[in-house]
């Protein structure tokens, strides 16, 4: 039987491991906290902060594991070379997961390595160097700390004013030990989408038809699949998807985010060497294998014959309302009276405002003759789902509302 090693539990991390179950493999799963999300389905479980290599030798080394699936960025990346020196599988690879802990070496290879349209960007340090970046891009511009996510430390600045507390709040809001950020222009996008990529063992690189979503404050709200953009748009993001994961390597999924701005540009925004959290979406019956099924396909070699389009469908998060070292009270009863709606709890033991429980998935039937296979997304023109979805937005987020009273 394989064993697995996953750092991060979260809730990305729980669907992989009930995926990795199905499959009958053994997952060892850690985080910084007990109880959390993966940890409740894995088999055994590991308490330590992944930013502390000596832990991660030691863990290690005590299970032996013959893959190790990372979760989050915030991990000693540095040591996944050595064990994927010493015969460890590292998914998708040590490169990877390296490359994109961090802003800085992501954002350089795309885009000075690979050519590929980004946000004007710049580095900073201090004060004076982050004021002058900031002065070169020009107002509005966005900041974040180079480690970071789910918009922590993250912020839109707009004015001279605004800057020593947008500086402050990047020093506060960075993870780790890197005390820098990035300042980049401000993309005025008709929206943002995410395309999920799977690279193969044995096999070409496969999208999932896209996925739109909405932020707030750097995290997501919703997302719905698929999302409509011109064909020529499509071809465009994934090419640009096949350039960077290929530069990356390894095999698995990964969430390759965009913008569409408003001229109908293709922007690349970043990546994540992992399943998504807006294919979340994917739980919801949207297509024939989940994202989570899909990853651990990719990662064991296994083949993935297609990816269809089974239905249309959105989700929408469940957030927490105050904070307290207690879970909320679930109110399912409402959810469950709908069709065609899946809610799903994470478990996490204890809530903060605005942290993600839960997620609300919705579904609906795709229209007849809609031709659902991926490999024709970016071929050919769809029919325009928009006003369905929109709907199913509304309804999956009212829903989502009802979860915790
Ligand atoms: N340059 C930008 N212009 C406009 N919006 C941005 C820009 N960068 C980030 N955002 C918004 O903030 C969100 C989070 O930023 P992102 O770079 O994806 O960080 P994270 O790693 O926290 O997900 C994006 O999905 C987008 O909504
Ligand atoms: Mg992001």
């Known amino acids: 039987m394989k064993k697995i090693l996953l750092l991060g539990s979260g809730e990305l991390g729980k669907e992989f491991v009930i995926a990795a179950k199905r ?9 910084r906290y007990d109880g959390a999300p993966a ?4 088999d055994e479980r590991e308490i330590f902060p992944m930013l502390d290599g000596d832990a991660l030798d030691a863990v290690v080394r005590k299970h032996r594991p013959d893959i190790i699936v990372p979760e989050i960025e915030a991990i000693r990346t ?11 599988q590292v998914v998708p690879s040590a490169r990877a997961a390296d490359y994109t802990m961090n ?75 890197v005390k820098e950020m990035i300042i980049e222009e401000f993309i005025d996008f008709q929206s943002e989408f995410t395309l999920l990529t799977v690279t193969q063992k044995n096999g070409e690189t496969l999208f999932c038809p896209p ?14 699949q698929p999302y409509d953009i011109p064909p020529a748009a499509l071809r465009t993001a994934q090419e640009m998807a096949r350039k960077v994961t290929s530069a990356l390597t390894g095999y698995g999924i990964w969430g390759v985010e965009f913008f569409l701005a408003k001229n109908g540009e293709v922007i690349f925004s970043e990546l994540s060497p ?34 269809y389009l089974e239905h249309y469908g959105c989700s929408a998060v469940v957030l927490a309302k105050e904070d307290s070292d207690k879970a909320p009270e679930y109110n399912l009863m409402d959810a469950c009276k709908e ?14 405002v605005d942290r993600r429980m839960g997620v609300v998935l919705c579904y609906g039937d795709l229209p007849a003759g809609y031709d659902g296979d991926s490999r024709s997304f970016g071929k050919v023109e769809k029919p325009d789902l928009t006003p369905q979805i929109d709907a199913l937005r509304e309804k999956c987020k009212r829903v989502a509302s009802t979860i915790i009273k």
């Open 78 to 88: 540095e040591r996944l070379f050595a064990y994927e020196k010493a015969g460890i």
């Open 23 to 31: 499959a009958g493999l053994y997952v060892i799963a850690c985080d």
């Open 339 to 352: 069709d065609r709606t899946r809610v799903r709890i994470f478990g996490k033991p204890s809530q903060r």
């Open 103 to 177: 802003r800085r070496e992501i954002r350089d290879l795309a885009a000075k390595e690979l050519g590929i349209r980004t946000a004007r960007y710049l580095y900073a340090k201090t004060f004076e160097e982050f004021k002058a970046a900031a002065d070169k891009i020009g107002f509005p511009c966005v900041v974040k700390p180079l480690m970071s996510s789910s918009g922590h430390g993250q912020s839109f600045v707009h004015n001279d004013e605004e800057l020593r507390a947008a500086y402050e709040g990047a020093l506060e809001g960075a993870r780790g030990d």
């Open 211 to 224: 996925i739109g979503h909405v932020q707030v404050h750097g995290d997501y709200r919703e997302s719905w």
């Open 274 to 307: 992992r399943p998504h959290d807006t294919g979340m979406v994917t739980l919801g019956h949207t297509t024939n294998f989940s994202e989570f099924e899909l990853h651990l396909r990719a990662v064991l070699g296994l083949p993935i014959p297609a990816i």
């Open 39 to 42: 940890m409740q389905v894995a």
